[in-house]
């Protein structure tokens, strides 16, 4: 194997260039090195000028994630020796504007999340010197899977109908939202119902599945707006034949 392996980086900087460039830096190739590793050592050693975002290191975060050799991946999850004897092809997340190099503006998805009100709803809250709200296993398992999602945005870089529709509220936007409908804690998905049942939300999903396919945590986002679809129809047939008993 070789010692050295070439990452061929998207430079993006506004003040030089009109549009995104390819520049090659040769790293070492070494064992248990991650695409991140990589390009810390072409800011620490090569070029102090190239801007990435990144955190933990640990795929908890989300933050560090890239497109590389044409897929969405965690960064710090994606190691080069996968990608031997090499190129690696690191670019910007796709379907997102990019501030520099490989930093993009998720302030489209910032702005979307909170308008499924992804937090736990209630129309009572009980005084805390009462306890914890319990639950048993069973209704654990209804939402975690849909719990694990870290916001890393992989899903919207893959989603074929954001990239078409940025009204698209989003896969993961959606799974979050179904993470508090499924939890027997939550009182709140009417609330959520009217955002998650728009022309935006989950009707706009063609069920492609790549969002899934690129969750780093198998969150299954697809899965997730195929179940409130279901939900969303049963209770739209509800209204309809019992108007008056819709809340």
Known sequence: MADEITLEVARYRPELESEPVMQSYQVPLREHWAVLDGLSYIKDHLDGTLSFRWSCRMGICGSCGMTVNGEPQLSCA?????YAPGPVRVEPLRNFPVIRDLVIDID????????????LIREVHSPVEEGEYLQTPEELDEYKQFSMCINCMLCYSACPVYSLEPEFIGPAAIALAQRYNLDSRDEGADERREVLSSPEGIWACTFVGECSAACPKGVDPAGAIQRYKLTAATQSIKDLLMPRSRR
């Open 78 to 82: 994606t190691f080069l020796t996968d």
């Open 108 to 119: 489209d998805f910032m702005t979307k999340l909170p308008k499924v009100k992804p937090w």
